[in-house]
């Protein structure tokens, strides 16, 4: 058998059989690669970043003096909170959304944050 027919069957009996989850994590890194953007597993506290990810879910919290969004991203590495504060509601803001967002990395609970992000969202 040649080395490129080899490759493919390998490749596919991977597809095949590894887990969903891992498998989508690894096709949203290979996309971060190609939009030149960082992984959130590299990312520090006080860094500017931009990232590529999906929306996991999302959370309003419209508390009347203190109404926010949350949001949680994730980009094939690790989960990053994005949280718009002042906002009820942001129109295609929704679960499994995949967006790419700039700001700065906080901290809010011991995890990763990033508040009031820069977005775009991108095709499915």
């Known amino acids: 058998m040649a080395p490129a027919a ?3 069957f390998r490749r596919l009996t991977r597809r095949l ?25 590299d990312c520090r506290r006080g860094e500017e ?4 990810g999906r929306l996991r879910s ?3 919290c419209p ?6 969004i949350e949001a949680e991203f994730f980009d094939g590495t690790e989960v990053i909170n994005l949280v718009w504060i002042g906002r009820r509601r942001i129109p295609g803001i ?7 967002v700039r700001g700065r990395v906080g901290e809010r609970d011991g995890r990763k944050a990033i508040f009031n992000p820069y977005y775009e969202l991108r095709g499915e």
Do not use: R
Not at 17 to 40: C, V
Not at 63 to 68: E, I
């Open 6 to 8: 080899a490759g493919y």
């Open 17 to 41: 059989t590894e887990d969903i989850d891992q498998l989508d994590a690894q096709e949203m890194t290979e996309s971060i690669e190609a939009a030149g953007g960082q992984k959130a597993c």
């Open 49 to 52: 970043v931009t990232m590529v």
């Open 58 to 60: 999302v959370d309003a």
């Open 63 to 68: 508390k009347s003096g203190n109404a926010s």
């Open 94 to 100: 929704e679960t499994g959304k995949t967006l790419l």
